[in-house]
């Protein structure tokens, strides 16, 4: 028999109800939604929350989809993965890590508007290959590289982040930006920047 201290350790699954998460406030807008600063009443964590208006014409649910599916397959440190998701109403809710930093866009343009020394685009440039050499390896393209999809948080770690774009060379070409062999034009996929 095994004794108490032995016993395994329980997993906590975060809650897949709204009502068990309190917004403190928005702390960004992208395409596809609005982010918020949360915390999991449950657990007691503080938690961003990328909350998409379904209803919206310009939101393409198959996009939201896949980046949830990708969010939640991924597993790396330099990766920005998914608590868990879930509608609420006519919006659906990714609930992910909170990265206090924010982005490397927000951080340069908020703190250091003459751009970053060498050492830290060396450091942040390390880890975004790695996560990148990790998504190569499972055989997705992330398609939207930028300081605004690079987060840091309190302990200066880095993750990519926003995968509504990405494309996997393992899924069936009937999703759109998903191929099992990638033309030209499937990998032309990006934001301006």
């Known amino acids: ?38 915390i999991c009443v449950p657990m007691d964590s503080t938690v961003a929350i990328k ?17 949830a599916k990708t969010l939640s397959l991924l597993s790396h440190p330099n990766i920005l993965n998914a608590h868990c998701s879930f509608t609420v109403d006519r919006s659906f809710w990714v609930v992910m890590p909170f990265m206090s930093a924010g982005s490397l ?9 003459d751009g970053l020394s060498e050492p830290c685009i060396a450091i942040v440039l390390k880890e975004t290959l790695r996560a990148l050499s990790y998504l190569h390896i499972q055989g997705h ?12 948080d309190s302990n200066g770690s880095v993750t990519l982040a926003d995968f509504g774009v990405s494309a996997s060379f393992y899924e069936s070409d009937s999703s759109p930006g998903w191929s099992s062999s990638p033309s030209s034009s499937s990998l032309m996929v990006s934001t301006p920047y």
């Open 1 to 38: 028999m095994a004794s108490e201290e032995e016993e395994p350790k329980r997993v906590q699954y975060y809650p897949l109800d709204s009502n068990s998460y309190k917004i403190l406030g928005e702390i960004g807008v992208g395409v596809t939604g609005v982010v918020f600063k949360a």
């Open 51 to 67: 909350a998409i208006n379904l209803d919206q014409a310009s939101t393409d649910f198959n996009y939201v989809r896949r980046e």
């Open 105 to 113: 866009q927000y951080i340069i343009s908020s703190s250091f508007p």
């Open 141 to 152: 393209l992330h398609r939207d590289i930028k300081a605004g999809n690079i987060l840091v």
